[in-house]
Nanobody, 121 residues
Framework: QVQLVESGGGLVQPGGSLRLSCAAS????????MAWHRQAPGKQRELVAS???????NYADSVKGRFTISRDNAKNTVYLQMSSLKPDDTAVYYC???????????????WGQGTQVTVSS
């Protein structure tokens, strides 16, 4: 069983910054990829940023240049540094990870519980 726990969400003014953290725990042999998704009420969940095992990153066009995804492999933790926040960034942010529990097991996808980010004046 793999668990993902997000933290760092909250209320911030437009133009402000927040850093989200996602700590993975459980039976983790390796992490193939980690990502952040977000979902606003009435909208589809969308990919915000991802980071692969080799370190390459991808960002949604709407956040490119403002958000930075990074990871600490020793801590099995991924971060999302968000700056220049806009009201449109308001959403529940979900951590996502693709992991292996052993060398022979197929990859498994896990979602975190989500953390609320509200950008409002």
């Amino acid at each position: 069983q793999v668990q993902l726990v997000e933290s760092g969400g909250g209320l911030v003014q437009p133009g402000g910054s927040l850093r989200l953290s996602c700590a993975a725990s459980g039976s983790i042999f390796s992490i193939l990829a980690m990502a952040w998704h977000r979902q606003a009420p009435g909208k589809q969940r969308e990919l915000v940023a991802s980071i692969l095992n080799a370190g390459s990153t991808n960002y949604a066009d709407s956040v490119k240049g403002r958000f930075t995804i990074s990871r600490d492999n020793a801590k099995n933790t991924v971060y999302l540094q968000m700056s220049s926040l806009k009201p449109d960034d308001t959403a529940v942010y979900y951590c996502y990870a693709t992991t292996r529990t052993s060398w022979f097991a197929p990859p498994t996808n896990t979602w975190g519980q989500g953390t609320q980010v509200t950008v409002s004046s």
